[in-house]
């Protein structure tokens, strides 16, 4: 049986799943109605970005399983590679 994740990715060939992750850094500012979350992950340079309506627990410290794609967003004329989290669960 499959499940969602597995779905997900036969459906959306440049999405990636990884579990195990250590956020080592999870912030959160107010974007209009969204909160944009912003986490940084042990081992890799680029963030991770998703938006959500409400502010959550801080996910600093802790292992969790994202389903993401690879981005571009230019920055003060840079451009900077982010990652655009789809799905995030906490271990």
């Known amino acids: 049986m499959k499940t969602d994740v597995d779905k997900m990715l ?12 250590k956020v080592v850094s999870h ?7 969204w909160v944009l979350q912003t986490l940084m992950i042990e081992g890799c340079s ?3 970005k998703y938006k959500r309506t409400k502010r959550f627990r801080s996910l600093e410290g802790q292992k969790v399983n994202l389903t993401y794609y690879p981005s571009t967003q230019t920055v003060a004329g840079f451009d900077v590679e982010v990652m655009n989290v789809v799905r995030v669960k906490r271990f």
């Open 10 to 21: 036969e459906k959306h060939e440049q999405l990636t799943h990884s579990e195990g992750m």
């Open 46 to 48: 680029a963030p991770f």
């Open 27 to 33: 912030t959160q500012r107010e974007e209009g109605d």
